[in-house]
């Protein structure tokens, strides 16, 4: 399947350095330097996912992530974003708002294209079974962690994660069935002199639901999650 790819930045160079590699690829690349351009390009493209910088003229990439998700025609759309910033408050603003994952740079060409790969699998994946199940069917679903490569894998498809992700599935997979605390979840994966918000722990659960499935991860109220 030639994959449509949307590649939003206000960097010539990295529309084209990007571009260039995706193309290599035989993805089928669009290119758009504002977030204005991006939403009238993305329209008539319709691509299977949108690769979006943050700091942008005209219109920020937080918007425009906001904005395409008001589109019922990218409904189906992974939004990824490329950005220099890290820190984990524009992270969380962007899963907020809809993305998919975010990665942040510089980040080797070689990898950003594998995690892309592996984004646009796990939307195909999730189509496919969507179609092949009856309305109320239950799928049961087998994840294994392959800790020496860093992926999920799930019926036998390859996931990646971004790092706080994978350390948190890794966690909670490591007992199953035992409820760990959200203060032993901070500890753990951010460690006890990082100060995060009180919602970050939830934002990466509901992304780690959404790729991994919703019947792995139970919440308990007022205490922690566990995994199952």
Sequence with gaps: MNYRILLVDDEPDILEFVGYNLRREEFEVQTASNGVEALAVAEQFVPHLVLLDVMMPEMDGMETCRRMRQMPQLKNTMIVFLSARGEDESQLEGFELGADD?????????????????????????????????PGEEVNDVITIDKERFVVIKNGQEIILPRKEFQLLELLYSKPQ???????????VWGSQVIVGDRTIDVHIRKLRTKIGENHITTIKGVGYKFQ
Excluded: C, H, M, Q
Excluded at 113 to 132: D, F, Q
Excluded at 178 to 188: C, H, L, Q
């Design 102 to 134: 975010y990665i942040t740079k510089p980040v080797k060409v070689k990898l950003l294209v594998s995690r892309l790969k592996a984004i646009l699998k796990r939307a195909e994946i999730g189509e496919n079974s969507t179609e092949s199940s009856e």
């Design 178 to 188: 035992k409820v760990f605390s959200r203060e032993d979840i901070y500890a753990s």
